[in-house]
């Protein structure tokens, strides 16, 4: 009977892993552990994933960038180019920048991995904002999660950093002119900026003395990453300590948790996510060019074009440099250059906001209490009203960036599209505030709340063409017909089958 | 053949906060009671789950001739598109298959347990503070303990003395950004190192030069340009006039700028010839150039400083000495020279 034999082979299996696991115990005395481990369990709700996406998104990092460190070379000696790419032939550039050429047109898979590298810090920054946003707008971040929240804001500072020093690594005309911008924001900093800026270039002004590429390399590969592989590793294990939290839904409460177990269900999922994450990194780094530095050609410190763009989530910085009008401070022989404002200042007030959310959520909601259970954005209009204008300020600032580029397009002066956009830094949040406040407010009247009893019935078009409900619970019509407003289900309802979220 | 899939079965229970030995464990409520886990959703359905099976194993299939389809690449040199096209089915193939698998044939259910405490009772706490204090308080209480206030300042001396090589880094600023390389005499060449006629520019003709001998000199950079019979008007700056750093070829006007825009330092590489004005591409900030480039648009909030030029008895464009500010970018204490 092969069922006996299955049943004898399982035996078997189970014995063979216990002498494994036996053999661990033995000297760690592991297996407690690993078994609340593989026993751990994990709420399912699509929105969880997003912080795995950024973490699937570090390991490809991880592995792409090693594979390129294999070919870049950090040097900012100057060379003279003869390889298979011609329209390159005979120009001087650094050897950075002709080790990326290579790695591109010569090294074979080298343009794959490149670009695969590329796309997924893309992914992997939008997927943190993404992340950052969920944990935002449903108040994952309040207590116990404050130490979450603080060490994820860390993570995304150093995830831009890691993301700014890859894309100036190849030294080509692009990068090479953020670089120049970047020492100029350094620079401007009151005291210590022409300090600081010496210190980090080497030699005293711009490009430095060619110490900048290795160092720029050693920050890149090494210092940034490390930093970010410690501060996830804490992340992860202040999640894993904390638990998840969850939604409220039919048989959730703040003291329980529901959802699949680490293992094996959220084993097999978790790991399907990573490699769907690789297939998409390696297909766009394959079919979908990115950042080809041959087209913009070497760094060349009198050439700039226009029209160009830095990578997305730079953006924003860009567009504060071109929005901050022509202001700069002068007195006493001293001067607080105009790039210290949009440059240091703003954002530095803006992280300093984002640290300290989760205490002025305190006092805005008088809410100290420990919460498990998530927020619908809805139920927290002004948070959700304040999160929103926060989003419009940065798109605006995003589009800023592209002033050149929207106004070719449009037809419109860059001056006219400039002032716009510095108005708009102030009635975008406004306007996009308000409606989101209002919609918030329109959500909570117009649906079911999960933690009542799911609406079921047929709906029904009548003759006037009103519609109504069949079946309980009964939904009554308000003004327009298009505004449901719903009894709540009593509170003997039983609530079965999965709540409706979101 | 298998008639079913069999799994052992785990053994479930409550292995939670018993009292006593063993009490305290870190997660003491991950485990529910009672739970089937040998439940998955095609458990009853032999037939099904081998279909399944079937597909599953199809199209880990398909990641395998991707995989081969890989080296065949690679060995015949390389292709992105192809390379991408197959990393990307292979991949996805294996995921589609995980996902299915964990979809229809991986075995547990959702489970609820109690979240458990994860604070420490109050013992603990207090605790915490009375091991601390073990070490703290019979040496900080005694009275004059010396060696508080030594370490302090110790500390301190020596810790800064650690961070000294950091001086290494870079060279002092001194006064690196008030000069650049142009010198009395020095001949405008361009780029690539030819030096220039002053009848060489034409009329609203602009060319970007540098001081000859020093064409790697990124803060040395400038634009030169024919601004034809147009007059400008001229500034005083650090007390020169400079109306005397314009050169006549004609009847037309030469004058020069620096090309670090006062910004943020990107090379001011756009010229409208018809509005007379210089426009850095990077934050826009445009500048007039009749109006001795005072920038009349953009972030930009001081004006290109203008190169004084001179004209050599062979027709070629000098500097007759450096700019008299300091060009690029404001910093702390570029006001602090004459
Ligand atoms: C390198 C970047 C980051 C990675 C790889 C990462 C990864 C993760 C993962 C995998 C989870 C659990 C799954 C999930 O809830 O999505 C998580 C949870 C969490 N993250 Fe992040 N994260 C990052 C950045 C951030 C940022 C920028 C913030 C906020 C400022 C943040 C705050 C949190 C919080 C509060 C939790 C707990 C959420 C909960 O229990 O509901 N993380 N993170
Ligand atoms: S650097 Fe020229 S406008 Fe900013």
Not at chain 1, 68 to 94: C, E, R, W
Not at chain 1, 98 to 109: C, D, G, K, P, T
Request: glycine letters at 12%.
């Amino acid at each position: 009977m092969s069922t006996l034999a299955d049943r004898a082979a399982a035996r078997k299996r189970a014995e063979r892993s216990q002498g494994v696991f036996d053999w661990l115990d033995d000297r760690l005395g592991s297996s407690r552990w690993l078994r609340s481990a593989m026993d751990k369990i994990f709420p399912d709700h699509w929105s969880f994933m997003v912080g795995e996406i950024a973490m699937y998104s570090f390991v490809i990092l991880i592995a792409t960038g090693i594979y390129l460190t294999f070919f870049y070379n950090a040097s900012g000696a100057i060379v003279v180019y003869h390889g298979p790419y011609k329209p390159l032939d005979g120009q001087h550039m650094t050897i950075a920048y002709e080790s990326v050429i290579n790695l591109s047109f010569s090294v074979r898979a080298g343009l794959i991995m490149r670009q695969a590298h590329h796309w997924a810090a893309l992914i992997f920054i939008a997927a943190i904002v993404f992340h950052m946003g969920r944990i935002f707008f449903t108040g994952a971040f309040r207590r116990p999660r404050e130490i979450n929240w603080v060490i994820g804001t860390t993570l995304l500072l150093t995830a831009l950093l890691e993301g700014f020093s890859g894309y100036s690594l190849p030294d080509d005309l692009l990068s090479g002119g953020g670089l120049r911008i970047l020492y100029s924001i350094i620079q401007s900093i009151p005291i210590i900026g022409t300090w600081v800026a010496a210190d980090l270039w080497g030699g005293n002004t711009f490009p430095g003395n060619g110490d900048f590429f290795p160092r720029l390399f050693v920050l890149h590969e090494f210092i940034l990453p490390l930093t970010i592989a410690g501060l996830l590793g804490v992340h992860l294990a202040v999640l894993w300590r904390q638990k998840h939290t969850d939604f409220p839904g039919p048989g959730k409460t703040e003291r329980n948790i529901v959802g699949s177990r680490f293992w094996p269900q959220y084993f097999v999922k978790t790991n399907a996510l990573l490699l769907f994450i690789a297939g998409v990194v390696f297909g766009l780094g394959g079919l979908v060019q990115i950042n080809p530095v041959w087209v913009y050609g070497p760094y060349e410190s009198a050439r700039a074009s226009s029209g160009t763009q830095p990578d997305w989530y730079i953006g924003w910085l860009d567009g504060a440099l071109r929005l901050w009008p022509h202001w700069e401070f002068r007195s006493f022989g001293h001067e607080i250059p105009n790039p210290f404002f949009p440059g240091i200042l703003i954002p530095g007030i803006i992280f300093a906001v984002i640290y300290a959310w989760p205490w002025v959520d305190k006092r805005i909601y008088r809410d100290y209490g420990e919460h498990n259970l998530l927020d619908r954005p809805r139920d927290k209009p002004l948070r959700t009203a304040l999160g929103v204008a926060a989003l419009a300020f940065f798109v605006d600032l995003t589009l800023a960036s592209a002033t050149d580029l929207i106004g070719s397009a449009l037809g419109v002066a860059f001056e006219t599209l400039i002032e716009i956009m510095q108005y708009g830094t102030f009635v975008a949040p406004a306007v996009a505030g308000v409606v989101a406040y209002r919609v918030c407010l329109r959500l909570q009247r117009g649906a079911v709340h999960p933690i009542q009893r799911p609406v079921g019935g047929i709906m029904v078009r009548d003759a006037q063409g009103g519609y109504h409900t069949l079946g309980a619970p009964h939904a009554e019509e308000h003004e327009t017909g298009d505004e449901h407003e719903l009894e709540p289900a009593g509170a003997a309802a039983t609530a079965v089958g999965e709540g409706t979220l979101e | 053949m298998k008639e079913e899939l069999v799994f052992p079965k785990v053994i479930t229970g409550t292995h939670g906060p018993e009292e006593g030995a063993g009490a305290g464990t870190p997660w003491p409520d991950d485990v529910p009671p009672n739970q089937d886990d040998t439940w998955y959703p095609l458990r009853d359905d032999p037939w099904r789950a081998r279909q399944v099976e079937v597909l599953i194993a199809l199209l880990w299939g398909v990641t395998a001739i991707c995989g081969i389809g890989l080296m065949i690449v690679y060995w015949t040199g390389g292709q992105a598109q192809l390379e991408g096209v197959l990393m990307f089915g292979g991949f996805a193939a294996l995921a589609a298959g995980l996902v299915i698998w964990a979809r229809k044939l991986v075995p547990g259910q959702e489970v609820t347990a109690s979240r458990g405490e994860h604070t420490s009772d109050p013992d603990e706490r207090s605790g915490v503070v009375t091991s601390l204090e073990r070490g703290t308080r019979p040496m900080l209480t005694r009275r004059g303990f010396l060696l508080k206030k030594v370490l302090v300042p110790v500390g301190g001396v020596f810790g800064l003395a650690t961070l000294w090589p950091l001086a290494s880094l870079g060279s002092r600023p001194d006064r690196a950004l008030f000069h650049t390389k142009w010198y009395p005499g020095a001949r405008l060449v361009t780029e690539d190192g030819r030096p220039i006629r002053v009848d060489d520019i034409v009329v609203d003709g602009e060319l970007t030069v540098f001081p000859e001998g020093f064409i790697e000199d990124a803060m040395s950079a400038a634009v030169v340009i024919n601004i034809g019979t147009d007059k400008m008007q001229s500034r005083t700056v650090n007390g020169f006039n400079q109306a005397g750093f314009e050169v006549g070829s004609g009847p037309n006007g030469i004058v020069a700028f620096s090309k670090i825009c006062t910004h943020a330092g990107c090379p001011v590489s756009l010229f409208n010839v018809l509005s007379m004005q210089l426009i850095c591409p990077c934050h826009q900030s445009t500048f007039d150039i009749l109006k001795s480039c005072e920038p009349v648009f953009g972030p930009a909030s001081r004006p290109l400083p203008q190169l004084p030029l001179g004209v050599r008895p062979d027709g070629y464009l000098i500097a007759t000495r450096d700019f008299v500010e300091p060009v690029g970018p404001g910093f702390w204490n570029r006001g602090s020279e004459p």
